[in-house]
């Protein structure tokens, strides 16, 4: 069940550039880190094992069946995995590390430098 | 999208939402925490025979501190292999703390801890390198094919493959009928008659999606709900709740216990913290020497190696003598960290580590920073146990760290990681500030006051794991829980159960539910009612105390009680689960708080620095302090050091009982 926090549905088709716009909503900020797993729509089932085995209770399942969970307290998240580990669709979700979180490594023969 | 606030969009909560509704269950044993200690716990006492209960905030499949995974089995001196006894490593470890660590779980965790791992193997878990993926390496012992981590000659802290443990464990409670209620937050203790000190006699809990009440009448309680966090670094805008621990840990335990007359111990030691810190990086996922990583090779951006040095400062050649005693020393206790943090830990103990003066060494031009931690001139066997067995089995590390850097293209045999520890030169991440403390998120901590039956001073009300202010380890969880288990059992057996009192129960629903209500013109959210306690705590108990500062601290806490605590809402049962933290949070903030004005001198290894008592250690202040509340306020008492006695002596016997006992099933 959904329902919308404003009156108004989007029905126009975006335009920024020529001053109109999809509707427009009164959101406040998101908390952040705002997204600490990325889900893959087109590979994960709905089958809602993360959301049963996560340690802070992040997700609450998509309304919509088949649907990947919703991050409803993406702050709470601890970054431990057992969402990622115990889902049966490889690939289904990831951990999104929060940028000030991503470490660098070097190539040792090479010098060259990458990240997460 | 998989946001909440998907366009503006707002979901109707998915769970029917029952406030109010009772849930009454019966058992001998409850068990509150099914984190590592808690199914132990539980999985000893339905051994004994006894019907079991775990009341669990998470889900016990993965919940608590090591959940996702363990990768040392801290002090098994019971091992074949061991080269100390558990007696000498539990005095070591003792007096490694000036005295304060509990001496009755040390004993336990040093002398059972391999005992236990081997039921860990029963129950599947991978104990030993059992396809010799190992053989040859110096830190393998070819007859028990145990592996074992530090001290190669001593062999007493083993690697395990623990990314797993949690699981089995879970399968072992069902298999063994203990009934399992996750995401039900227990909220208080109740006693017979609800008399204030009285017999345990069950507990109250709130389902943390449905806000159903659950109430659990019991012949004995189990507290294993970890340590409380969040007491002076708050924040959820930098990493999760910036947590070292998982930040269900509120402490809810403490609380608990406090508010019926339990005694707690230890509550005044609070640390500058490397670990809990919103700035650090993941968990093991950054270059170091310590711990997982340890003994990593670190070098500077020129390739400089950084060297390595013994407790005696002698300069260490190679990796394998980084994993020795020093010239003169029997044992060592962990190594690695060069860090400059006030550490009082004694020499006799102290492992290897890189050189401690390397911030200096750098700021004169000797080394270059950054440095990392270069994995691939590390011999072939200490590469692949660190970066496989141990990142991929550490709590937290196996998707966090191996899986994510590894899809991002990092290769151990050919890619240094970045550390951002030796940034400053320092082995060790230190604090911003020194404000920014910890109470028990690493380290010896204070918490429930126990017996050689790792019960409390109140009948019936039994702790294991991280709040009996001992081990803060995987082992000592396991160990200790299923001690108490045993001993809990017996208990049960042994007493009839007790009578709930209608009136507690009455009081306690009124309590827990009353955040709902707090819809009016002012409210206030747990988040910042959290950060208000925690800046509270960092200006008026921090770095150094005195008795004016302790008091601001203490009305300030008191001010909060009554005005701002009050205001606290929740708008649906999650939320409600985390007010009700942060109202235990405050609780223990104000304990602690009364813990420090209570000790009229400094301590070193209490890190504690009363600038208007400075004389250090003295030896009439060399004890526990204990504290209660009383039914006229809280009642300060204290306990000779090692008021355990004989380890052995004390031990043994209940041991022979618990596993007597336990044979049954
Ligand atoms: C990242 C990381 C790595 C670690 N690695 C190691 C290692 O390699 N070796 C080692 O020895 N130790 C390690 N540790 C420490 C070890 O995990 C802990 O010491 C151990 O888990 C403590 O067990 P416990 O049962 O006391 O607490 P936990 O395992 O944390 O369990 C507490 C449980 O109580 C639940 N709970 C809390 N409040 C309530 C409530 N009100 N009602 C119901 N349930 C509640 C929690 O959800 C949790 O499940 C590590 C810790 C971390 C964080
Ligand atoms: S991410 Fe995996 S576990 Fe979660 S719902 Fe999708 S398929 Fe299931
Ligand atoms: S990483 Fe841990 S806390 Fe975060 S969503 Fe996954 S299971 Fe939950």
């Known amino acids: ?116 | 999208m998989t946001m909440f606030h998907d366009k503006g969009r707002i979901h109707n909560w998915p769970y029917t939402v029952r406030y109010g509704n009772e849930q009454r269950v019966e058992t001998d044993v409850l068990v509150l925490g099914g984190g590592i200690a808690g199914v132990w716990a539980a999985i000893a006492a339905a051994r004994c025979g006894a019907r079991v209960v775990i009341m669990e905030k998470a889900a016990t499949v993965r919940s608590g501190a090591g959940g996702a995974g363990v990768d040392h089995w801290q002090w098994a001196a019971d091992n074949p292999a061991s080269g100390v006894s558990p007696e000498d490593l539990t005095e070591a470890l003792i007096e490694n703390q000036g005295g304060y660590r509990n001496g009755i779980s040390t004993y336990i965790q040093c002398a059972s801890a391999y005992e236990t791992l081997v039921e860990m193997e029963r129950m599947g878990g991978k104990v030993r390198d059992t396809d010799g993926e190992f053989r040859g390496a110096e830190f393998r012992d070819d007859a028990s094919k145990l592996l074992f981590a530090y001290d190669y000659t001593n062999r007493f802290v083993i690697r395990v493959w623990g990314a797993d443990y949690k699981p089995l464990l879970r399968k072992a409670c069902k298999r063994l009928g203990v009934r399992i209620l996750d995401r039900t937050a227990a909220t208080g203790l109740l006693t017979s008659g609800g008399q204030h000190g009285g017999r345990v006699v069950g507990a109250t809990g709130v389902n943390c999606r449905t806000g159903a009440f659950v109430v659990v009448k019991a012949a004995a309680v189990i507290l294993a709900t970890s340590r409380p966090q969040r007491i002076w670094t708050f924040s959820s805008e930098l990493r999760g709740l910036s947590t070292f621990r998982p930040p269900s840990d509120a402490g809810n335990g403490y609380a608990m216990a406090w508010r019926i007359g339990a005694k707690l111990t230890m509550m005044e030691k609070s640390m500058r913290s490397a670990f809990g810190s919103a700035y650090s990086f993941p968990a093991y996922g950054s270059g170091n020497a310590i711990n997982t990583w340890y003994p990593c090779n670190i070098i500077d951006a020129n390739g400089k190696a950084v060297p390595w040095v013994d407790c005696n400062g002698r300069l260490l050649e190679s990796v394998s003598e980084r994993c020795r005693p020093a010239e003169g020393q029997k044992f060592f206790i962990m190594g690695g960290g060069s860090s400059s943090l006030p550490h009082p830990g004694l020499k006799q103990y102290l492992g290897p580590k890189p050189i401690p003066d390397l911030e200096q060494r750098m700021l004169r031009g000797e080394f270059s920073p950054p440095f990392y931690a270069d994995l691939t001139s590390m011999p072939d066997s200490e590469r692949r146990v660190i970066w496989g067995l141990m990142v991929g089995n550490e709590g937290k590390t196996r998707i966090p760290v191996m899986k994510t850097y590894m899809q991002s293209g990092f290769d151990p045999d050919k890619d240094m990681l970045q550390t951002y520890d030796f940034l400053r030169g320092s082995g060790m991440r230190e604090p911003v500030v020194p404000q920014e403390r910890t109470f028990g998120e690493s380290g010896v901590c204070g918490g429930l006051l126990v017996d050689w039956d790792l019960m409390s001073n109140v009948p019936g009300l039994f702790g294991a794991g991280d709040l009996v202010f001992g081990g803060q380890d995987h082992s000592h969880a396991a160990a200790t829980g299923r001690y108490a288990g045993a001993r809990a059992a017996l208990f049960a057996r042994r007493q009839a159960a007790g009578e709930l009192c209608a009136e507690q129960i009455a009081r306690e629903k009124q309590r827990v539910y009353a955040p709902l209500a707090k819809q009016g013109a002012r409210s206030l959210d747990w988040k910042e009612l959290n950060a208000g306690i925690a800046r509270v705590m960092q200006n008026y108990c921090s770095e150094p105390k005195n008795d004016e500062l302790l008091r601001l601290a203490q009305d300030w806490l008191m001010d909060i009680e009554e005005n701002e605590a009050p205001l606290a809402a929740a708008d649906n049962p999650h939320k409600l689960m985390r007010t009700l933290d942060v109202l235990d949070i405050l609780t223990c903030a104000k304990i602690i708080t009364e813990a420090c004005l209570a000790r009229h001198a400094s301590s070193t290894h209490l890190h504690f620095n009363r600038i208007d008592f400075p004389s250090l250690d003295p030896p009439e202040w060399h004890k526990w302090i204990t504290l209660r509340k009383g039914s006229r306020g809280t009642e300060i008492d204290d306990m000779p050091i090692a008021f355990w006695g004989g380890l052995e002596r004390n031990y043994r016997p209940r041991h022979r009982e618990n596993l007597e006992a336990m044979g049954k099933k």
């Open chain 1, 1 to 116: 069940m959904e329902k919308t926090a404003t009156s108004t549905t989007p029905t126009e088709k975006s335009d920024v550039g020529n001053g109109t716009a999809d509707a427009v909503y009164a959101t406040p900020n998101a908390t952040t880190p705002g997204q600490p797993v990325v889900f893959d729509e087109a590979i994960c089932t709905g089958c809602d094992i993360c959301v049963y085995v996560c340690l802070e209770d992040v997700f609450i399942p998509n309304p919509v069946k088949g649907k990947p969970p919703l991050i409803l307290f993406p702050e709470e998240c601890w970054y431990c995995g057992p969402c990622v580990e115990d889902c049966p669709h490889e690939g289904a979700i990831r951990i999104n590390h929060p940028l000030q979180q991503r470490v660098r490594w070097k190539r040792k023969s090479s010098g060259e430098h990458f990240r997460v």
